[in-house]
């Protein structure tokens, strides 16, 4: 049997009064559809923790540049909502665009610190994007927790970031990244790989790997990451960034001794882009 399907704010917010009125706990997944094994861990870790998980399903248009691939990011509703109902999710929120914003909507929200550098040199818009859909879930179903994927850290951290300063009364849940077993990380984009690019992608998280190793037994952090860049562009990416960054603000560090640190990667696998991180 299918989850539920909330296509509203008050169709969710009816079907939530009614959990909190038995008392029970409540767990938000937030996706864009294309749901893949990735997913469902959040789902099943969501499950663990809470009495009852909310997954909405929207491809918010707001975090994509007017190149980017809003009108072809893969959409697959009936799949997803069959994976969804595999691993016993009773409510799916999928609202269309009018719903997330109406006509003549004028609010955003824009997140500093972790936001800044990384991603937002590269997609600029993706962060106030992120930050304003995010905002709107929250707000409408006042979770107990939601659960992020470590896959998109920097969002993670601007995500928790937002949920301090707010003082939603939400706690954010990290998941750990879910990966192919030659170590790519799990991807809906990943559907746009053809084979040769795919079998060539896991070396982004194979290469952060190496530097890692190298970083903990004393190598410079800039040639350790300089290395990693020319490793790709031979490889036949195309590299937007790797960066050895602070674990919890982001800031750039210079020498691993300097705090936890985290590598973060983004580049191009021919029309493909790819993130991964690594703990360092």
Not at 29 to 54: I, K, N
Not at 121 to 143: M, Q
Request: charge should be negative; include cysteine; glycine fraction near 6%.
């Amino acid at each position: 049997m299918h989850p539920d399907i909330a296509t509203s704010i008050a169709n969710l917010r009816d079907r939530i009064d009614s959990w909190r009125a038995a008392e029970e706990t409540i767990a938000l997944v937030p996706t864009m559809g294309a749901l893949h094994s990735g997913h469902l861990q959040l789902v099943e870790l969501a499950s663990e923790r809470c009495d009852r998980v909310v997954v909405s399903i929207f491809v918010n248009p707001t975090q994509f540049g007017p190149e980017e691939d809003f009108s072809r990011y893969p959409r697959r509703p009936e799949a997803d909502l069959e994976a969804l109902a595999r691993v016993g999710v009773p409510l799916v929120f999928a609202p269309t665009a009018d719903e997330m914003y109406p006509s003549g909507y004028a609010t955003t929200v824009k997140v500093g610190g972790p936001s800044e550098g990384l991603e937002s040199d590269f997609r600029p818009h993706f962060f106030e994007g992120v930050a304003t859909v995010v905002s709107k879930l929250l707000i409408s179903c006042f979770p107990d927790e939601a659960v992020f994927g470590e896959k998109d850290y920097q969002q993670l951290l601007v995500v928790r970031r937002l949920v301090s300063d707010l003082r939603l009364p939400t706690r954010i849940v990290a998941a750990p990244t879910a990966r192919e077993d030659d170590g790519l990380a799990l991807s809906s984009r990943n559907a746009y790989l053809s084979p040769e690019e795919r079998r060539r992608a896991p070396l982004i998280y194979s290469s952060l790997q190496r530097a890692a190793e190298a970083l903990r037994a004393g190598a410079p952090a800039a040639s350790t990451v300089n290395d990693v860049k020319e490793r790709l562009t031979e490889a036949g990416f195309r590299v937007d960034y790797v960066s050895l960054r602070h674990s919890e603000t982001l800031q750039p560090l210079a020498e691993l001794s300097e705090g936890p640190a985290r590598l973060l990667a983004a580049a191009w696998m021919g029309g493909t882009r790819l993130i991964d991180n690594i703990a360092v």
